[in-house]
């Protein structure tokens, strides 16, 4: 992730929570430029009500933000506590009071302990640093992920760099939605411009995301912009430049929104409704969120009920009470591009829809038929856990005499049967592969996110760290699915075959398209190395041409001497020694499919059969395959468990098609070559490599070797 320049974070540990970080800090090392947006809340925290009345503004230096007290509804008090953090800050910066603003989240009504917090701030400023993530992780209450995420365009021939930090889990309706969101970025911008840009990123965004309808009391986004990039300082909302800011804002907040609707209190998938032909843009946003919110929709979803019935219902009460002019008879419904209401009630493949709505991500589609106006909302599906944390939340929470927040260790989240369970399952399995060698091939949404792609080297970091061997393979990433998609309907990022022909058909430079390749595999593969490496972990980058690790030869029958040597080739043999002596020395391998030639030639190979032919090689006991879907899902359901012989009835049934059954063609391979279980699973939720491994249930699709 790009980050701006001039900029430092940190996190200390204050004692306000019982064991975590809980104050950050977001650092200008130049005046900046903020601005804010705010909740609409009027039982606001004093927080909000002191930064609200001094944004926007210049010459800002800092945000301190505190989690686990929301500093709301305590009167003088919480004021008093306010000001103490915000001078306390200023003083360990060496800035003035008026250049730094402050953020909290936690129990609304408990008094904050100022004193620890004042006490923590010369510890914080002497951490700051380049990362961000530890800021991140400091403002998550009942998060799950850090969310963050970044963009870079270009200004007036200067490269602008925006990056933003985020938490949100509950509590989350819009105007503005549950949040605290500080947004950092070199920009040289005027702040009253900068808070333009900010009020139109918002309402298309933050404002259409709701988890549970509950509006909080300290709903905050901050932005500071200090002029590092050079570019023309924008003085006004007509500029051109303030378009492209403005556009590049509103798609980094929506990726943000997202993300926090992904990670929604309870949530198994996130939701988006979109709804189109409404008479009128604020007709259509009021009606996709009502759709969002509805526990009734939300708890389809969690059961994978395509219960359209519901979405109509929510249609027709919003149009009713709000006087919309809209006949929800004539609507269009449609649920992961299944329609399943069009006028009239549609005949759709239950079964099919049914596994779609297995998948992480959910999107409802309305066609109002009443206008041209459209808008979107972002939710999530309302599980068992949202009540259960929701009823535990303060229950579980007391505030001890020095103000600071303590746990009731008599209740729990979970019953203390299910805690010993889950642990006694956990450990056994941690016990039992303990110097097992794992081949994890990661591909697909996994490395599309900054979420994701952290959550997966946080898995492959504690695999490491309780014993077992694990070599990560990757693909290209996103962005060479993209470039190869513009290659024809056979570049699929798996196939090198469909890319030789593709490329045949097209008539794209070999030498070219291979050039792209290694360097949007090597840009995923030192990004991968940094988070491993920041973790603690003791990872390597890897070519499939260094050291001769990957051994390569054309694909058969690509022989047209016009073509000259193409990019794509096929495996042919492993350098196991090397792989040996790193992982002897206790290394954490990470291998782009790239291979050489016995031509001297570099070829691209297909990443899964790489997976595959690396564990094979190894004896791996594991092959992973983190794909787009839940595994192998057959009318609907779940397969969790198959042999080789059942999997390939499964193939030829049709049942596996498309990018897995790519996946599969290479599990079977891998373990007619000695490997003893390959796991097929979703890649796009968080930590599925851990649930997988280390309970007995699992989450995906297990292949055995014949027993």
């Known amino acids: ?24 800090l977001f650092v200008s090392d130049h005046d900046a430029a903020c601005a804010g947006v705010f909740t609409i809340n009027r039982a606001k925290a004093a927080p909000v009500v002191d930064a609200e009345r001094r944004l926007p503004a210049e010459a800002m230096r800092a945000i301190v933000v505190m989690s686990g007290n929301a500093v709301a509804m305590t009167g003088a008090a919480g004021i008093e506590a306010t000001e103490a953090v915000l001078a306390a800050a200023a003083r360990a910066l060496g800035v003035d009071r008026t250049q730094v603003a402050s953020a909290a989240t936690g129990v609304i009504g408990m008094r904050l302990p100022a004193e620890k917090v004042v006490a923590a701030l010369p510890r914080c400023v002497a951490q700051l640093g380049p990362d961000p993530a530890p800021a991140a992780e400091a403002i998550m209450t009942t998060d799950t992920t850090k969310k963050m995420a970044s963009r870079t365009i270009e200004l007036d021939g200067r490269a602008v760099t925006l990056t933003g930090i985020c938490k ?5 309706a819009p105007q503005l939605a549950t949040m605290i969101a500080v947004i950092v970025t070199d920009c040289a911008i005027d702040a009253r411009v900068l808070d333009a840009a900010l009020r139109e990123a918002a309402p298309d965004t933050f404002d259409q995301l709701v988890i549970d309808g509950d509006m909080s009391t300290n709903d905050s986004v901050f932005v500071l912009a200090n002029g590092r990039a050079e570019n023309p300082r924008i003085v006004s909302t007509g500029a051109p430049a303030f378009r492209e800011l403005t556009a590049a804002l509103t798609d ?14 309870g949530a198994t998938k996130r939701l988006e409704v979109r709804v189109t032909g409404a008479p009128a843009r604020p007709v259509a946003r009021d009606i996709a969120k009502a759709i969002c919110v509805s526990p009734l929709v939300k708890a389809a979803m969690f059961g994978q009920d395509p219960n359209w019935g519901r979405v109509m219902m929510t249609i027709g009460a919003r149009c009713g009470s709000q006087h919309f002019d809209v006949d929800p008879a004539r609507v269009q419904i449609a649920i ?7 006028a009239a009630p549609a005949a759709f493949d239950r079964a099919a829809l049914k596994a779609r709505l297995r998948e992480p991500e959910v999107t409802i589609a309305v066609d109002l038929r009443a206008g041209a106006a459209s808008a979107k909302a972002y939710g999530c599906d309302l599980s068992y856990d949202y009540v259960k944390l929701n009823a535990d939340y303060t229950s579980t929470l007391f505030e001890a005499p020095d103000g600071g927040v ?14 010993r369970a889950l642990l006694v399952q956990a450990l056994g399995y941690i016990s039992r592969f303990r110097g097992t060698r794992c081949v994890i091939q990661c591909s697909g949404a996994a490395l599309a996110r900054d979420g994701l792609k952290r959550a997966f080297c946080d898995d492959v970091l504690l695999l490491h760290s309780v014993g077992l061997v694990p070599i990560v393979v990757h693909a290209g990433g996103p962005d060479l699915s993209q470039e190869v998609d513009a290659l024809g309907p056979l570049g699929a990022l798996g196939s090198p075959r469909g890319r030789a022909e593709a490329i045949a058909a097209r008539r794209t430079t070999p030498a070219a398209e291979l050039r792209m390749i290694e360097m949007l595999t090597g840009s995923i593969n030192t990004e991968l190395v940094a988070m491993l490496n920041r973790g603690g972990g003791h990872a390597v980058g890897l070519s499939g041409k260094d050291a001769a690790l990957l051994r390569a030869r054309r694909l058969d029958g690509d022989d047209d001497p016009e073509r000259g040597r193409d990019a794509a080739g096929e495996l042919v043999e492993v350098n196991r020694g090397f792989l040996e002596s790193l992982i002897g020395q206790h290394y954490i391998p990470v291998i782009s499919p790239v291979g050489l030639g016995g031509d001297g030639e570099s070829y691209h190979l297909d990443p899964d ?7 094979g090689a190894l004896g791996a006991d594991k092959l992973m395959y983190l794909a787009d879907v839940p595994g192998v899902v057959d009318n609907g359901e779940l397969v969790t468990d198959l042999t080789p012989t059942t999997l390939r009835g499964k193939l030829d049934a049709g049942v596996v098609a498309g990018a897995m059954a790519t996946k599969v063609l290479a599990a ?18 968080p930590h599925n490599i851990i649930a997988e491994l280390f309970t007995d249930t699992g989450v995906g699709t297990i ?5």
């Open 406 to 419: 303590r746990k009731d260790d008599r209740i729990g989240n979970y019953s203390p049967a299910f805690k």
């Open 252 to 265: 980094l907040c929506d990726e943000l929104a997202r993300d926090i609707a992904a990670d929604g209190e």
């Open 1 to 24: 992730m790009r980050l701006p320049r001039g900029f430092r974070f940190a996190s200390a540990a204050a004692g306000i929570r019982p064991s975590k970080p809980d104050v950050a």
């Open 168 to 172: 949100g889990s509950g509590m989350i």
């Open 609 to 615: 059969a790489v997976a595959a032919g690396i564990a």
């Open 703 to 707: 292949v055995r070797a014949e027993a």
């Open 336 to 342: 992961q591009r299944a329609v399943v209401y069009d």
């Open 668 to 685: 079977l391979a891998a373990l007619a070559g000695g490997v003893r279980a390959v796991h097929l699973i979703d890649g796009r939720i």
